[in-house]
């Protein structure tokens, strides 16, 4: 039996704030003792009293505008009511009839569909506290205890919530990577999923067959694109089988178990009025000024996909080799400077993509932190343009100047690679290498060398005598005649 899935997200995005959301204590608890970035106001002790982080509202307009969200001036908090040890207060303040984003929508890949997914709204939170779990592994199951520590509690949210049109485990998954692609480039988070920067919980369900909604279930601990993925594989034939077999879906909350591959029921789903929201009586409503707003406005960056599309428009680059270069802004802005400064888009395009990315990777630091200038690549690309350097000169150039942090002038004098080996020169040191390699000439002019491996053999040995400064071309062309003709 067909039945449709049905799939929402909320994203949870911990905001790049130096400080929590309602009080000074420094976020930076990744690595720290338990219980050390703690006060009265986040523990919510007597008589202490929240002020809103500025920084942390101001990244959710952001965040708003880039989702194409409606972005309200006049908002305010609630406190969202429940008992739970990571939860000191015993209620969270968050954000309930008025957020701050509503009635956005995010664009999936052309090649995951390109369908847009409507954003039903952007609020601002507190994060809970982290629970560490008895168990040798540190799951949940089969622990006898657990231990909270409440560093986390009190760092600033976004919880991003999605409508629920998403129909594919995939199409969630891309979701998800666009979305954490949108937080890195306007720099309101890190969106590290492996540290907890950015978390997803799904709900799901399987229409009836007569197209009505089925019963949604909540899943939680999606801390990977990979565990998203496959709890939402797993979840629909739970459900489907359920279904086929003539029961009922209880609408709960499940906790995804990672390593046995299922998820496991946590307790029954709530509804708003069980969290009995009320507004925070100790914060006024929240109000942004038209001036700000505008201003926050103006300063968003073009997206990534904008460059994408751009990229392939303007400098007819192909959809792979765009999608690479506007993957990271720093990557893309550094491409862009390239070209700026004179170079080819297409040529600029593969100094930055093939060899400045896995020099990034190699050295494991951002592109940028690498020694080398936008014109650096711009003049690297003539010298191979022009022949005076091939392009295995010109690449261990870089490979020198990233190496021992100089110049391109100074790594051209430490490589020994000046200008071209070309002409007469070159026909010299060919005939000085075809002359240790008598056999194989003799294999060649036999006929014996019918796939060309010989002569491929001989042309390696010229490019390694050469050390890169031959071009590849006319190396095979010379060294034909000479075999020939010697």
Known sequence: MSRQVVIGLEVHV??????????????????????????????????????????????????????????????????????????????????????????????????????????????????????????????????????????????????????????????????????????????VSDGDMENGSLRADANVSLSHPDGSLGTKVEIKNLNSLRSLERALEYEILRQGRILDEGGAVVQETRHWDDGEGVTRSSREKEAAHDYRYFPDPDLPPLVVEDRRIEEIRLSLPELPWEKRRRFEQDWGLSPEDAAVLAERREVAEFFEACVARGGAPKSASLWVRMDLLRLSREEGVPLTSLPVLPDDVVALGELTESKELSATAAKAVLDRMVRDRCSLEEARKRTGIGGRLAGEALSALIRQVLEGQQEVLEEIRSGKDKKGAKLKFLQGLVMRAARGQADPQEVGTLLQDLVRGA
């Open 14 to 187: 911990q905001v790049a704030s130096k400080s929590k959301l309602f009080c000074p204590c420094s976020t930076d608890y990744i690595g720290a003792l338990p219980n050390t970035h703690v006060c009265p106001v986040c523990l919510g002790l007597p008589g202490a009293l929240p002020v809103p982080n500025r920084a942390a509202v101001e990244a959710a307009v952001l965040t708003s505008f880039g989702l194409g969200c409606r972005v309200a001036g006049r908002t305010r908090f609630h406190r969202k009511n429940y008992f739970y040890p990571d939860l000191p207060k015993a209620y969270q303040i968050s954000q309930f009839d008025l957020p701050i984003g509503r009635d956005g929508e995010m664009e999936l890949p052309a090649e995951a569909g390109g369908r847009r997914i409507r954003i039903e709204r952007l609020h601002l939170e507190e994060d809970a506290g982290k629970l560490v779990h008895g168990a040798s592994d540190g799951r949940l199951a089969g622990s006898d205890f657990s231990l909270v520590d409440y560093n986390r509690g009190g760092v600033p949210l976004m919880e991003i919530v999605s409508q629920p049109d998403l129909t594919t485990p995939q199409e969630a998954r891309e979701y998800v990577v666009r979305l954490r692609q949108l937080v890195r480039y306007l720099g």
